[in-house]
């Protein structure tokens, strides 16, 4: 049977991924659990609207980092939720509006169960407090998430390999970096161990991280000066000897036994998508 004919039990839902906001759900068989919040509050009722998406089954909240574009909208969002939220404690202590907030913290490397799902965490290598990556299980199934990190860490080998959907930042493409508007301190900090991982360097990383139940790989965190979708999707496929589904590059399938798909696509900033 092909796998999307299958049912499987964890979705995740990407509202936004880039450097003007981000936000994800992933849902479990309890409920969503949100991924960070860098939008407003109307952003996120009105894309969660697109994608059938209730409030009232938001039943946690995890958080990567404090840089603005995570965690932007989440003062407001608290004022109309409530529910379990979890962050490292370098997180937490990083920003007073954090302290703030009913966080508990949780060391990278460590778990948490929410929304009937088991989280465990691992560190990523960022210019910040405490950053971390998630990977969500729930019986068989499973989902990977990392973005904001400048490599790949001995935490996200560890604990993202085999999962069925892989949620992997692809942020920018070297030469468009090192050619654009940037100027070059920013240019070297998006490139160094602590800034964001480029196409390559994702794509260098899936044959480890892509098993035998990886059904979808998703690039994340794209940036609109200095990537394209395209780009990456065109070097994750390369990477796994997949297929482009058009000339556009928007997407490619890696055929594999048994009927048995990859599909690659780019996750981004305005337009919301589920991944099932």
């Not at 490599?151 to 468009?176: C, F, Q, W, Y």
Request: proline share 5%; net charge negative; charged share 20%.
């Amino acid at each position: 049977m092909n796998s999307l004919g299958k049912h499987h039990p964890l979705h995740l839902h990407i509202l936004a991924s880039g450097s003007k906001g981000n936000c994800a759900f992933v849902e479990g068989p309890q409920g969503l659990v949100m991924v960070d919040d860098g939008l407003s509050r109307r952003e996120v009722l009105k894309r969660m609207d697109e994608l059938k998406l209730r409030v009232e089954d938001v039943k946690a909240l995890v958080l990567t980092h404090e840089h603005s574009d995570h965690i932007k909208g989440l003062a407001v969002w608290c004022k109309n939720w409530s529910g379990s939220m979890f962050c490292s404690p370098q997180t937490r202590c990083a920003k007073p509006e954090l302290k703030e907030l009913p966080f508990t913290p949780v060391e990278p490397g460590c778990a948490v169960n929410a929304a009937g799902m088991r989280i465990d965490t691992f560190s990523t290598s960022h210019d910040v407090a405490g950053p971390m990556g998630f990977r969500f299980s729930y019986q068989d199934d499973s989902i990977g998430y990392i973005t904001d990190t400048g490599i790949i860490t001995e935490g996200a080998k560890a604990t993202l390999p085999d999962a069925r959907i892989l949620a992997i930042e692809s942020n920018h493409d070297v030469p468009m970096l090192r050619c654009g508007s940037y100027p070059r301190f920013l240019q070297d900090r998006i490139i160094s161990s602590t800034g964001h991982l480029s196409n390559q360097q994702a794509a260098d990383a899936l044959p480890a991280l892509v098993g035998s139940h990886t059904q979808h790989v998703i690039a994340m965190h794209i940036s609109q000066e200095n990537n394209r979708p395209s780009l990456a999707v065109r070097a994750f496929a390369e990477s796994l000897g997949a297929t482009l589904d058009n000339e556009l590059g928007s997407s490619a399938t890696l055929a594999r036994a048994a009927g048995e798909t990859i599909h690659i696509r780019a996750a981004g900033q305005n337009r919301p998508i589920s991944i099932w």
